[in-house]
């Protein structure tokens, strides 16, 4: 998909040809889509596929006057019905003389902010104020993921209280992989950070520099955010695992006990359905009397066992 944007004085409007001063946003683009913007931009188609690459790595590179910057960026992953769970795919984001292009594999709430206009204070021609406001919202988005993932993983706790399955360790080992993907991906996004900090990449003005700093406090936040809460579901997990086999050994204790308890009568109906002499074999009560002496001791072992915690 291939769409063309550019500020004007009435707001954000989508052009049908690339112009100076246009933002140009590629998801998953056609092979035709990248050698027009190619040819029309003149920038290397390898700079545009590396970004359409799901490894490829973190990281700010100047190739034949492009300033090409890659970042991962999360992405939720609508696979599980549960929700909750998150993986990241690159961004990048390359920046000529006259315009800035945007290339991701997937559509994703960074790039959507921009064009659903959710962010007014942008303008496209700005490429450096765009760039930073671009890492400042993907900053947020990963605070605001990890605090979807907190609420998921306390929902999921609340269950595993009374759990006998695995679904909700399952769950939970699902959110600790979303936790070590954004783990990763944010000390990566923290290199090129620092790198674009130090060697000035793009031409920045001192409300730039300001709006980086931010940047880096909010990166920093969500690494620490991601550590706290991956080290909470791991021993979240081991905790939770020990509880569903103590309550499978309580249910198996009551399983066994009632077995006990049960084998009495059928025990006693047994020996008195030999085809040999028993006792009260002539006695017209027999029925009831072997009945009442058979739940006399079975509500006496009963009371034995529950005294002594076997239930």
């Known amino acids: ?11 954000l409007i989508t052009l049908d040809q690339v ?7 590629l998801v998953n683009p056609k092979e035709q889509e ?15 596929k590396d970004a359409l690459d799901e490894e490829e790595r973190s990281r ?16 939720p992953n609508t696979n599980l019905p549960e929700g909750g769970t998150y993986y990241t795919v690159p961004l990048g984001i390359i920046i000529n003389k006259t315009n800035i292009v945007t290339v991701s594999l997937k559509e994703n709430y960074v790039i959507k ?6 962010n007014k204070s942008f303008y496209t021609f700005k490429k450096t104020r765009f ?3 671009i890492l400042y919202k993907n900053s947020k988005l990963y605070l605001q993921y990890l605090r979807n993932i907190d609420r998921t993983s306390d929902k999921i706790e609340c269950r595993l209280h009374k759990s006998l399955k695995n679904k909700e360790l399952i769950q939970l080992l699902e959110l600790e992989k979303s936790l070590v993907y954004f783990s990763t991906s944010l000390k990566s996004n923290e290199m090129v950070l620092e790198k674009i900090q130090r060697s000035t990449p793009v031409k920045m003005y001192p409300e730039d520099t300001e709006l980086l700093e931010d940047v880096i406090i909010e990166n920093k936040q969500a690494i620490e955010m991601a550590n706290i809460y991956s ?20 249910v198996m204790k009551f399983l066994t006990s009632v077995t006990i308890i049960m084998s009495l009568p059928t025990m006693v109906a047994s020996f008195f359905g030999m085809n040999v002499d028993v006792p009260f074999q002539n006695n017209p009560h027999a029925f009831v009397i072997i009945f009442v002496m058979t739940m006399f001791f079975s509500v006496i072992l009963a009371f034995t066992m529950v005294k002594k915690q076997l239930f």
């Not at 998909?1 to 707001?11: A, C, N, P, R, V």
């Not at 112009?19 to 946003?25: H, R, V």
């Not at 913007?37 to 920038?43: A, E, F, Q, Y």
């Open 131 to 133: 760039l930073l406001q």
């Open 60 to 75: 700010i590179e100047v190739d034949e006057g492009c300033t090409v910057i890659i970042i991962d960026i999360p992405v």
């Open 34 to 48: 990248i050698l027009y913007i190619s040819n029309n931009l003149n920038i290397p188609v390898g700079l545009i």
């Open 19 to 25: 112009e100076d001063g246009a933002w140009i946003n």
């Open 1 to 11: 998909m291939l769409q063309i944007f550019k500020s004007t004085d009435s707001g």
């Open 113 to 118: 902010s921009f064009i659903e206009r959710k």
């Open 231 to 250: 080290n909470i579901l791991t021993g979240t997990m081991d905790a939770y695992a020990s509880v569903i086999s103590n309550n499978l050994n309580i």
